[in-house]
């Protein structure tokens, strides 16, 4: 119909009134300034950001317990390692320590001899090491003069090796121990006697003597023979090469040795002079 027809064309008109471009009416009379951000502003503000985190996770670690946080993050860390991945059901749990209950009397008694006997055991063994080895770094020929005995007293003891002197010393021999002691004046009267000993001629670990012994009376602190309080021996067996004394010189592992006893007079019998002095027979050739 003739008005339906006008209707249309009205509503036409308003369509094509709003597809026509409009001009753009300005916002404001002054032109828009844009402000470049200064530094120091977005540093405030990225500051103050993460202190809105941080005050966000505080209050989820204040409710925790302490011991609870470091189990999680240990457990945490090893499932890391392992490549697990943790969920709130297997996360570890806190732990929980308990107190220590006291020892009874028995559990005390039993600590105790447990102790004892673990230092009975140890000191066992080093007795028993000590007396397998020799530990000690003094050597088994050192001298022990000056020595006070019974009846004298041995202030000094001098040694050496010499041409034979005499003539009841063994034949082929080029060197013999030699030896000159020295009386103290704490001696009285009595006598002594002298034995050289080799290391080569152990026998059992008894050193064999070598040569023949010297007897020597001695009157308040001198000698009857010398009429002093020294004397001076010369043994009668000894090295028959000089090489053999060479090797002796070389070496101080081990030494010919002088023996000294004594006894109330030359009538006393040979077991029963008591050792007074002993001394090596120093590698020295005069």
Known sequence: ???????LKMI??????????????PISEHEPVIETP????????????????????????????????????????IAEQDGVILTPKNRATPIVRQSKQPKTPIEKVATIACYLLIAGL???????????????????????????????HIEEIETWWTEPAGNNFKFGVALVPSATITLGSGSTSGVIRSVFYSYEE????????????FTHEFEEGKFLESGTNQITIYGTDGYEKLAHFLHYRSQDEERWTLD???????????????????????????
Request: glycine fraction near 4%.
């Open 122 to 152: 140890f000191g066992y063994l080093i007795n028993y090491v000590s007396n397998q080895h020799d530990f000690s770094t003094a050597k088994k020929y050192e001298t022990n003069v000056p020595a006070q005995g019974e009846y004298a």
């Open 12 to 25: 036409e008109k308003k369509l094509l009134e709003k597809t026509q471009p409009q001009d753009i009416k």
């Open 38 to 77: 200064c530094e120091k502003d977005i540093i405030n503000s990225l500051d103050l950001y993460k202190s809105s985190i941080n005050q966000e996770e505080l209050p989820d670690i204040a409710d925790k317990n302490v011991d609870e946080i470091l189990a999680t993050a240990t457990a945490e860390a």
């Open 260 to 286: 000294v006893k004594e006894a109330p007079s030359t009538r006393t019998d040979l077991n029963s002079f008591e050792s007074l002095a002993r001394a090596p027979i120093d590698p020295i050739r005069k």
């Open 1 to 7: 119909t003739d008005e339906e027809e006008e209707e």
């Open 202 to 213: 152990g026998l059992k670990d008894q050193l064999r003597p070598k040569g023949d012994p």
